[in-house]
């Protein structure tokens, strides 16, 4: 074959890629945009339109570049486009590792973690996030949760229902200086039978509550207590998820006055039939009795559990 004739076919084929509109590979990345300092996650084929800075995933045990560069302290929003729930990350490592100014994640829904196998360092130092909804995250195949939490110090609750914890060997530091962690929703995928590496764990999550009452013990910060609260006989610091809301005497959804009321009527006439009496024993001695008409009246009073 000719270099002429040769050169007339390849421009016969650039012609045709144009004329069929060929488009860039689908890509999962990252795109910041500094006029909205928010971080987007993109999986699609517009990469080259996007304005701001854009970011490959990282990949290893290598901090993302969006961190390296130092964009990471401007972030104060984090977006997951609809499109990136179709990609498929096998590690969420540092990726929101010190941003400290981050106020928001929305679309977390569209993340994935089905493939994910770290998430060490995930949301560590994110200090100034005041929720996360974790609840539909696949853990099935993540073996480090190390710092994980680490430093959220704003959140005060957090539902990790979905978790499957069964190949995670590593929990060290997952939760540490959480001080106004209160309440931590597990379901049934939660177990630490793989765990080797927990010390510190809940180091200073002092405002922690487990579902039957079980307070902060900084003796027992390690995995020892990273099961769902047992009362006194088994404590740990965990709520099961689909356990009756504390004080929700009357079962309406919400702890009030009321429930004051349906206590004493339920302590006057012994009907239980009008109650929730896991609910009803407010200060988790496994009965219910006047102490706990004390216990809920504290509570509506000051707004935390004694």
Same mark, same amino acid.
């Given at each position: 074959?000719?270099?002429?004739?040769?050169?007339?076919?390849?421009? =016969?084929?650039?012609?045709?890629?144009?004329?069929?509109?060929?488009?860039? %590979?689908?890509?999962?990345?990252?795109?910041?945009?500094?006029?909205?300092?928010?971080?987007?996650?993109?999986?699609?084929?517009?990469?080259?339109?996007?304005?701001? /800075?854009?970011?490959?995933?990282?990949?290893?045990?290598?901090?993302?570049?969006?961190?390296?560069?130092?964009?990471?302290?401007?972030?104060?929003?984090?977006?997951?486009?609809?499109?990136?729930?179709?990609?498929?990350?096998?590690?969420?490592?540092?990726?929101?590792?010190?941003?400290?100014? =981050?106020? !928001?994640?929305?679309?977390?829904?569209?993340?994935?973690?089905?493939?994910? /196998?770290?998430?060490?360092?995930?949301?560590?130092?994110?200090?100034?996030?005041?929720?996360?909804?974790?609840?539909?995250?696949?853990? #099935?195949?993540?073996?480090?949760?190390?710092?994980?939490?680490?430093?959220?110090?704003?959140?005060?609750?957090?539902?990790?229902?979905?978790?499957?914890?069964?190949?995670?060997?590593?929990?060290? !530091?997952?939760?540490?200086?959480?001080?106004?962690?209160?309440?931590?929703?597990?379901?049934?995928?939660?177990?630490?039978? %793989?765990?080797?590496?927990?010390? *510190?764990?809940?180091?200073?999550?002092?405002?922690?509550?487990?579902?039957?009452? /079980?307070?902060?013990?900084?003796?027992?910060?390690?995995?020892?207590?990273?099961?769902?609260?047992?009362?006194?006989?088994?404590?740990?610091?965990?709520?099961?998820?689909? %356990?009756?809301?504390?004080?929700?005497?009357?079962?309406?959804?919400?702890?009030?006055? #009321?429930?004051?009321?349906?206590?004493?009527?339920? =302590?006057?006439?012994? *009907?239980?039939?009008?109650?929730?009496?896991?609910?009803?024993?407010?200060?988790?001695?496994?009965?219910?009795?006047?102490?706990?008409?004390?216990?809920?009246?504290?509570?509506? =009073?000051?707004?935390?559990?004694?």
């Amino acid at each position: 074959m000719s270099k002429k004739l040769l050169f007339r076919l390849f421009a =016969l084929v650039a012609a045709m890629m144009c004329a069929l509109g060929m488009q860039a %590979a689908v890509e999962a990345y990252a795109n910041y945009t500094p006029s909205n300092t928010t971080l987007t996650f993109y999986y699609d084929n517009q990469r080259s339109s996007r304005t701001g /800075t854009t970011y490959d995933l990282n990949i290893g045990y290598n901090y993302p570049d969006w961190y390296t560069d130092g964009t990471y302290f401007n972030v104060t929003n984090v977006v997951f486009d609809p499109s990136f729930a179709v990609a498929r990350p096998t590690s969420t490592i540092y990726w929101f590792f010190g941003l400290s100014n =981050l106020q !928001s994640i929305t679309g977390l829904e569209y993340l994935n973690t089905s493939e994910v /196998t770290d998430m060490a360092w995930m949301f560590f130092y994110c200090t100034n996030l005041t929720s996360l909804d974790l609840s539909h995250f696949n853990t #099935s195949k993540v073996n480090s949760m190390y710092n994980m939490l680490g430093y959220c110090q704003s959140l005060t609750s957090l539902d990790l229902s979905s978790f499957n914890t069964s190949q995670v060997v590593s929990m060290s !530091s997952m939760f540490d200086y959480c001080a106004n962690l209160q309440t931590i929703y597990v379901g049934d995928g939660w177990n630490t039978a %793989a765990v080797t590496i927990s010390q *510190d764990m809940f180091k200073d999550c002092t405002s922690l509550v487990g579902g039957k009452g /079980t307070t902060y013990d900084a003796i027992h910060v390690d995995a020892s207590y990273a099961h769902i609260d047992g009362g006194p006989s088994n404590p740990g610091y965990f709520t099961e998820k689909n %356990a009756s809301l504390r004080g929700d005497v009357n079962g309406d959804g919400s702890v009030s006055i #009321s429930d004051v009321t349906a206590l004493i009527d339920y =302590l006057l006439s012994g *009907d239980a039939s009008a109650i929730n009496t896991d609910a009803a024993d407010c200060n988790r001695d496994n009965g219910v009795s006047i102490a706990d008409v004390t216990v809920l009246i504290d509570y509506l =009073l000051s707004g935390t559990w004694n």
